[in-house]
C-alpha cells in the first residue's frame, strides 16, 4: 500500500493541474494501517466467539 501511495504521487508530479506531496503518501499509508488494524480487529473478535461457541458446544 504505501509502495502504491509514493507511485501514485510520482505519477502525479506530471499530471499538469497534479501536485506530487509526501503528506499524501502519509494519509494513505495511515488509512491502509488502519484497514489493516480493523480486519486483525475483527479476526480476533470471531476467532474469539468462536473458541467461546466450541467451549461451550463441548461442555465445557
Known amino acids: 500500500?504505501?509502495?502504491?501511495?509514493?507511485?501514485?504521487?510520482i505519477?502525479?508530479?506530471f499530471?499538469?493541474?497534479r501536485?506530487?506531496?509526501f503528506r499524501d503518501?502519509?494519509?494513505d499509508s495511515c488509512g491502509a494501517l488502519f484497514?489493516?488494524?480493523v480486519i486483525v480487529i475483527l479476526?480476533?473478535?470471531?476467532?474469539?466467539?468462536k473458541n467461546i461457541y466450541?467451549?461451550?458446544k463441548q461442555g465445557n
Open 54 to 56: 466450541n467451549n461451550k
Open 1 to 9: 500500500s504505501v509502495l502504491y501511495a509514493i507511485s501514485d504521487e
Open 11 to 13: 505519477h502525479q508530479y
Open 43 to 49: 479476526k480476533k473478535m470471531v476467532n474469539k466467539i
Open 25 to 27: 503518501v502519509m494519509i
Open 19 to 21: 501536485a506530487c506531496q
Open 15 to 17: 499530471v499538469p493541474g
Open 35 to 37: 484497514g489493516i488494524a
